[in-house]
């Protein structure tokens, strides 16, 4: 498949191996279960008459990846995931775990653990038992449970959370703890359902980046779901987006992002400069902006469709486009109508032929833009790409 | 200067109100204490008619059957409240309003038209099967009938109260049934539990009603032996059990609230 997903899967296998004898000298981590592929073959889903959860899901996760289900909400991707745990039944269809038909087994009997979206941890229960609860539900040792409690905090640095009551901790403590609750079980598929959605923007980004050393420390099968595009991208080797039970698309960061195959899956992804497609040859197209030159290799099945270009390869106001064969260089005249400063880059809001145009340009050496100035767009046809409708 | 005139009239009101509500008791529990024989002067600090009362089989009888009713009935409608409780609670989304109000209308029925009820019952059950004796046995199952809604009540105000995920967690940790149960959901509603315990404990001490029409020769609690003796007179050791019985309730009606507050912490 892409790029990304291989480079990732080689370094945690690295990261693995290290584990691995790091778990022989400690005796303890012997018994560290493989990751599970997981397979869901034709899933549907109906809640009531009319609403519809999923529509004939068909997927494949590989084991120890990082897996996104992204997409608004109602798309169906917590409904996916709850299958995964156990806590749907799907109408029709079969969930696929290690190679296992486990679509009649009862969560309590799958090996599988969920970090729920408002972490559910027992009010009744201190920390530590809040942690030891899965271990003592499988009967297992008072001693493996002290021992794999102190280990688990100190895999995740919890410190001296471990022997605070619950209602004592923050929303980001909570986070670690279920976290750690989940993982202390050495699930062969850890799903978490949009779990850092509560927290404030500094937190969150910090525990993005946790989340995913994690991943590839472990080597686990990570199913995520979030309505977050941009988390998704951070995050995740392989990104599948839903809409209305259906997946849309399944791929990399950079497939999903820069070749999103229908209207649908570019808007979710951020993009605003889609154009309606009138006629279209070989390596040119007809839209409003008139007629713009593309590159051959980018040609779709899809003749019709949506022109997507992308705010951050427009260049704007460049001297030389292209100086090789400028006849073939997409130009455009436009005025700025907005400007938005963000620092590291500025977003200007452009009007274009008549229609409006995002563009982004990095803050570097540039003069910067003022509302009203007239600005030629240079347009590069190899970044033009067709999106289906 | 008129916001405040309206406030002090508030708060004269109020405490009127406890004057309404607290004065007769007070004044029941103070002649309790009285010397004399009559209720209608103070001669001085006694403890005789507490004495008195220990002496009296009819009294300490009658005090063993308010106790054995109370807690048999309240553990047998803890048990089974929350059974209910619990029922309601899972099938919430379904519409099961009809049945919701079935369970409730034991609340809100006068307990004259309750008590006539269960006396008309029970003795038609004894008349075809001679089972049923008007007794203890049949208290403690009016009893436990009209204390089952609130038991029912509270533990699914408590249960409606938790994240209803952490259902899904216990499942999701390995949980079976029993231990589901056994492990989360009795541990996280023991307060509540607790609090409906106390409850039914002080509607079933608290009640006459519907315990004179289902009691038996043998079977006379605190309250119906008052009924019967004031018929002859208030006297001081009247009195003396009412000053108890206040005393008995008020603790186990403040056990209740603490314990529910505690549960909704």
Request: aromatic residues 8%; glycine residues 8%.
């Given at each position: 498949?892409?790029?990304?997903?291989?480079?990732a899967?080689?370094?945690d296998?690295?990261e693995?191996?290290?584990s691995?004898?790091?778990?022989?000298r400690?005796?303890?981590?012997?018994?560290r279960?493989?990751?599970?592929s997981?397979?869901?073959k034709?899933?549907?889903k109906?809640?009531?008459?009319?609403?519809?959860a999923?529509?004939d899901?068909?997927?494949?996760?590989?084991?120890?990846?990082?897996?996104?289900?992204?997409?608004?909400?109602?798309?169906?991707?917590?409904?996916?995931?709850r299958?995964?745990?156990?806590?749907?039944?799907?109408?029709?269809?079969?969930v696929?775990?290690g190679g296992?038909?486990v679509?009649?087994?009862p969560?309590?009997?799958?090996?599988?653990?969920t970090?729920?979206?408002?972490y559910?941890l027992f009010?009744?229960?201190s920390?530590?038992?809040?942690?030891?609860?899965?271990?003592?539900m499988?009967?297992?040792?008072?001693?493996?449970?002290r021992?794999k409690?102190?280990?688990?905090a100190?895999?995740i640095?919890l410190?001296?959370?471990?022997?605070?009551p619950?209602?004592?901790?923050?929303?980001g403590q909570?986070?670690?703890?279920?976290?750690?609750?989940?993982l202390?079980?050495?699930?062969?598929?850890?799903?978490?359902?949009?779990?850092?959605?509560?927290?404030?923007?500094?937190?969150r980004?910090?525990?993005?980046?946790?989340?995913?050393?994690?991943?590839?420390?472990?080597?686990?099968?990570?199913?995520?779901?979030?309505h977050?595009?941009?988390?998704?991208?951070v995050?995740?080797?392989?990104i599948a987006?839903?809409?209305g039970?259906?997946?849309q698309?399944?791929g990399s960061?950079?497939?999903?992002?820069?070749?999103?195959?229908?209207?649908?899956?570019?808007?979710?992804m951020g993009?605003?400069?889609?154009y309606?497609?009138?006629?279209?040859?070989d390596?040119?197209?007809?839209?409003?902006?008139?007629r713009?030159?593309?590159?051959?290799?980018?040609?779709r099945?899809?003749?019709?469709g949506?022109?997507?270009?992308?705010?951050?390869?427009?260049e704007?106001?460049?001297?030389?486009?292209n100086?090789?064969?400028p006849e073939n260089?997409?130009?455009?005249?436009?005025k700025?109508?907005e400007r938005?400063?963000?620092?590291?880059?500025?977003?200007?809001r452009l009007?274009v032929e008549?229609?409006?145009?995002m563009?982004?340009?990095?803050?570097?050496?540039?003069r910067?833009?003022?509302?009203?100035?007239?600005?030629?767009?240079?347009?590069?046809?190899?970044?033009l790409?067709?999106?289906?409708? | 200067m008129?916001k405040r005139?309206?406030?002090?009239?508030l708060?004269?009101?109020?405490?009127?109100?406890?004057?309404?509500?607290?004065?007769?008791?007070a004044?029941?529990?103070?002649f309790?204490?009285?010397?004399?024989n009559?209720a209608?002067?103070?001669?001085?600090?006694?403890?005789?008619?507490?004495?008195?009362?220990?002496g009296?089989?009819?009294?300490?009888?009658?005090f063993?059957?308010?106790?054995v009713?109370?807690i048999?009935?309240?553990?047998?409608?803890?048990?089974i409240g929350?059974l209910?409780?619990y029922g309601?609670?899972?099938?919430?989304?379904?519409?099961?309003?009809?049945?919701?109000?079935?369970?409730?209308?034991?609340?809100?029925?006068?307990d004259?038209?309750?008590?006539?009820?269960?006396?008309?019952?029970?003795?038609s059950i004894h008349?075809?099967?001679?089972l049923?004796?008007p007794?203890?046995?049949?208290m403690?199952?009016?009893?436990?009938?009209?204390?089952?809604p609130?038991?029912a009540?509270i533990v699914?105000?408590?249960?409606?109260g938790?994240d209803p995920?952490?259902?899904?967690?216990?499942k999701?940790?390995?949980?079976?049934?029993?231990?589901?149960?056994?492990?989360?959901?009795l541990?996280?509603?023991?307060p509540?539990?607790?609090?409906?315990?106390?409850?039914?404990?002080?509607?079933?001490i608290?009640?006459f009603?519907?315990?004179?029409?289902?009691?038996?020769?043998?079977?006379?609690?605190?309250?119906?032996y008052?009924?019967?003796?004031?018929?002859?007179?208030v006297t001081?050791?009247?009195?003396a059990?009412?000053?108890?019985m206040?005393?008995?309730?008020?603790?186990?009606?403040l056990?209740?609230?603490?314990?529910?507050?505690?549960?909704?912490?």
């Amino acid at each position: 498949m892409s790029h990304p997903t291989t480079v990732a899967k080689t370094a945690d296998q690295g990261e693995t191996e290290k584990s691995r004898s790091n778990s022989t000298r400690q005796s303890s981590e012997r018994e560290r279960r493989e990751p599970s592929s997981i397979e869901l073959k034709g899933l549907h889903k109906r809640f009531g008459k009319d609403t519809v959860a999923l529509d004939d899901v068909d997927l494949t996760i590989e084991a120890g990846e990082f897996f996104t289900l992204l997409g608004p909400s109602g798309c169906g991707k917590t409904t996916l995931l709850r299958m995964l745990a156990g806590l749907e039944e799907p109408d029709a269809g079969h969930v696929c775990i290690g190679g296992q038909d486990v679509t009649d087994i009862p969560p309590h009997k799958r090996s599988v653990n969920t970090v729920f979206q408002s972490y559910a941890l027992f009010p009744h229960l201190s920390v530590r038992d809040n942690l030891a609860f899965g271990l003592r539900m499988r009967g297992e040792s008072k001693t493996e449970q002290r021992r794999k409690v102190d280990e688990v905090a100190e895999f995740i640095q919890l410190g001296s959370l471990v022997d605070r009551p619950v209602d004592q901790l923050s929303g980001g403590q909570r986070q670690r703890i279920a976290l750690a609750r989940a993982l202390i079980c050495e699930p062969n598929v850890l799903l978490l359902d949009e779990p850092l959605s509560a927290l404030d923007a500094g937190l969150r980004g910090q525990l993005q980046v946790e989340l995913q050393r994690i991943q590839k420390r472990l080597g686990m099968t990570f199913v995520f779901v979030t309505h977050d595009q941009a988390e998704a991208m951070v995050m995740s080797d392989r990104i599948a987006v839903l809409d209305g039970g259906i997946i849309q698309q399944v791929g990399s960061p950079s497939e999903v992002y820069e070749h999103p195959r229908n209207a649908f899956v570019a808007r979710f992804m951020g993009h605003d400069n889609l154009y309606a497609i009138h006629a279209s040859g070989d390596d040119w197209v007809d839209t409003e902006l008139g007629r713009l030159r593309l590159d051959p290799a980018e040609q779709r099945e899809e003749q019709d469709g949506w022109l997507l270009i992308r705010p951050e390869t427009l260049e704007l106001n460049a001297e030389n486009l292209n100086a090789e064969n400028p006849e073939n260089y997409n130009q455009l005249q436009g005025k700025v109508m907005e400007r938005l400063y963000r620092g590291s880059h500025v977003e200007y809001r452009l009007e274009v032929e008549g229609v409006t145009m995002m563009a982004t340009a990095s803050n570097v050496g540039q003069r910067l833009l003022n509302v009203g100035d007239k600005v030629t767009v240079g347009v590069c046809p190899d970044d033009l790409v067709r999106v289906a409708s | 200067m008129k916001k405040r005139t309206l406030q002090r009239g508030l708060s004269g009101f109020w405490w009127l109100t406890l004057v309404f509500l607290y004065l007769p008791l007070a004044v029941v529990v103070f002649f309790s204490f009285n010397a004399a024989n009559s209720a209608a002067r103070f001669t001085g600090f006694s403890l005789r008619w507490y004495e008195r009362l220990l002496g009296n089989e009819q009294i300490i009888s009658a005090f063993w059957n308010s106790m054995v009713l109370a807690i048999v009935s309240s553990v047998l409608a803890l048990v089974i409240g929350c059974l209910i409780g619990y029922g309601m609670y899972r099938h919430r989304h379904r519409k099961l309003g009809w049945l919701i109000v079935l369970i409730y209308l034991p609340i809100v029925l006068p307990d004259i038209v309750f008590g006539i009820s269960e006396m008309a019952f029970f003795v038609s059950i004894h008349r075809y099967t001679g089972l049923l004796q008007p007794g203890l046995l049949t208290m403690i199952i009016s009893h436990v009938t009209f204390q089952i809604p609130f038991v029912a009540l509270i533990v699914y105000s408590r249960l409606v109260g938790l994240d209803p995920t952490l259902f899904e967690a216990a499942k999701d940790l390995y949980a079976t049934p029993f231990k589901r149960a056994w492990h989360f959901l009795l541990p996280t509603i023991k307060p509540a539990l607790i609090s409906a315990f106390f409850l039914s404990f002080t509607l079933s001490i608290d009640d006459f009603v519907i315990s004179f029409f289902t009691s038996g020769p043998e079977s006379a609690t605190l309250p119906i032996y008052i009924w019967g003796a004031i018929k002859k007179g208030v006297t001081p050791e009247i009195n003396a059990i009412a000053a108890l019985m206040i005393g008995a309730v008020a603790i186990a009606a403040l056990m209740s609230l603490l314990f529910n507050r505690q549960g909704q912490r």
